[in-house]
């Protein structure tokens, strides 16, 4: 089966928490958060070869592998074996999703799909033509630091260098870092609409934001569930008030600010013009607007 609905992103914005809370609703079924297909840079598309030869990715694939057997989960032990060792085709992907029932809907909520071209979203409309497509922003500045926090952390995506430690990033890692084209797609969140939208109509989008999650996460997870037509209840969602995947607290450097204020103001300007009908989130665009004028004017 093909997935009902897709959450794509954005990154560090919330897509955590919104796994947390639906993967509890038994209308919902969602094998694993972060599948990764229809983003072909991911060392999980790899050929076998070069994924079993990837550090990260034996990593990942022994430990999920040896906890299955310690759980006796045969049944999620032959998942993985498919997930990590598959040929990747459509036919594979089609394969990794299954449901009890009809009532039943399956989701697959991977961030990186806010990055893919047009001419992938089109070929996921030739599959999933009624597929309903979440998108959740952040403004694009605090998420462009958490992500870079985060991969420092991991000791990845060029950041290796900084041992785990983002207090050891020079200003040049930065700039670099954040100039990488899947960093620069990530936060170009009227990219991501535009493709989504020129093959999935506007009713079949739900566009959230973070504050959101922050500021009314019931009523939130009632819009999706209004969007997906599941029931809703705080039976259902007993933790929707609690934040998952939570980054570290470390203070964003001035330079670091300004220089991404500097990037993300055009892209904060033309996303506050597209929500100009959408008083709420047209409000949370203007403080990620005015947020952006007082780094550039403390720098």
Known sequence: MFPDFMCIGAQKAGTSWLFANLKKHPQIVMPIKEVHYFDKDSIRNAPLGERLRDKRFRKKFFKQIFFDMKCLSFRKFIWDLRYYLGNRSDEWYHSLFTKNNADQLIGDITPAYSTIDADEVEHIASLMPNLKVILILRNPIDRAYSAAKMNVVHGRSGLESARGKVENLSEDDYVKYFNEPWVIN?????????????????????????????????????????FLEISSSKQEFP?????????????????????????????????????????????????????????????
């Open 186 to 226: 990530r936060g170009d969140y009227m990219r991501t609409i535009n493709n989504w939208q020129k093959y999935f109509p506007a009713e079949q989008m739900l566009i959230g934001f973070l504050e959101d999650i922050i500021g009314r996460p019931a009523e939130f997870l009632d819009d999706v569930c209004r």
């Open 239 to 299: 933790k929707a008030e609690k934040a998952a995947n939570v980054g570290l607290k470390i203070p964003m450097p001035d330079h670091v600010g300004k220089y991404l204020a500097e990037m993300y103001m055009p892209g904060i300007d033309a996303l506050a013009e597209y929500f100009s009908d959408h008083d709420r989130n047209r409000g949370y665009v203007e403080e990620w607007r005015t947020k952006a004028e007082s780094l550039l004017r403390n720098a």
